[in-house]
Antibody, heavy 116, light 112 residues
Framework: QVQLVESGGGVVQPGGSLRLSCAAS????????MHWVRQTPGKGLEWVAF????????FDADSVRGRFTISRDNYKNTLYLQMNRLRPEDTAVYYC?????????WGQGTMVTVSS | DTVMTQSPDSLAVSLGERATINCKSS????????????LAWFQQKPGQPPKLLIY???TRESGVPDRFSGSGSGTDFNLTISSLQTEDVAVYYC?????????FGQGTKVEI
């Protein structure tokens, strides 16, 4: 069955960096686009970024543009989110999301806390 | 951006009774070339990720009980739980996937 396992979350100071990873299995990773979505108690669910199956481009939300970079390694079946210049408002649970084309399947999430 | 608006924000329903949640999109999410509505419904329980219940506005995901049904087209959609069970207590979200830039409703908390 599909498994999406995120890692790399933690506590970081404002202005710091983190790299999230998502190990995918149970489907042909290189055939599908992938997303990162985050969830905060205050703002609910917020889409962060998308990368197509071949990694040829990315779309990202205005709130993270220029700070976050989504990437993927189709040989390692792994999705990444490089997060730089982190702000307190980036505090959230970050989910790796598999775009099946007919609906999205979510990982368990990893918590990122930006605080001094 | 396509804004998704759910109503109500919360809903208390007796066991065995019907629950209906509405979701409106600020623009049509019906793709004319395949006549599909790019609307999904998710269920989220505390400490868990959102779980896909319904896609194409009305197609149940494998393993989802048939008391869950979706309806609507264009900009107006509903999720109905025909006979509420205790395990259905959760927050429900609608989402448009018409574009890669996903947007979500604010969520509806369903309680008994």
């Amino acid at each position: 069955q599909v498994q999406l396992v995120e890692s790399g979350g933690g506590v970081v100071q404002p202005g710091g960096s983190l790299r999230l990873s998502c190990a995918a299995s149970g489907f042909i990773f290189s055939d599908y686009g992938m997303h990162w979505v985050r969830q905060t108690p205050g703002k609910g669910l917020e889409w962060v970024a998308f990368i197509p199956s071949d990694g040829s481009y990315q779309f990202d939300a205005d709130s993270v543009r220029g700070r976050f970079t989504i990437s993927r390694d189709n040989y390692k079946n792994t999705l990444y989110l490089q997060m730089n210049r982190l702000r307190p408002e980036d505090t959230a649970v970050y989910y790796c999301v598999y775009d099946t084309g007919r609906g999205d399947i979510w990982g368990q999430g990893t918590m990122v806390t930006v605080s001094s | 951006d396509t804004v998704m608006t759910q109503s109500p924000d919360s809903l208390a329903v007796s066991l065995g009774e019907r629950a209906t949640i509405n979701c409106k999109s600020s623009q049509s999410i019906l793709y004319s070339s395949n006549n599909k509505n790019y609307l999904a419904w998710f269920q989220q329980k505390p400490g868990q990720p959102p779980k896909l219940l319904i896609y194409w506005a009305s197609t149940r995901e494998s393993g989802v009980p048939d008391r869950f049904s979706g309806s609507g087209s264009g900009t107006d959609f509903n999720l109905t739980i025909s006979s509420l069970q205790t395990e259905d207590v959760a927050v429900y979200y609608c989402q448009q996937y018409y574009t890669a830039f996903r947007t979500f409703g604010q969520g509806t908390k369903v309680e008994i």
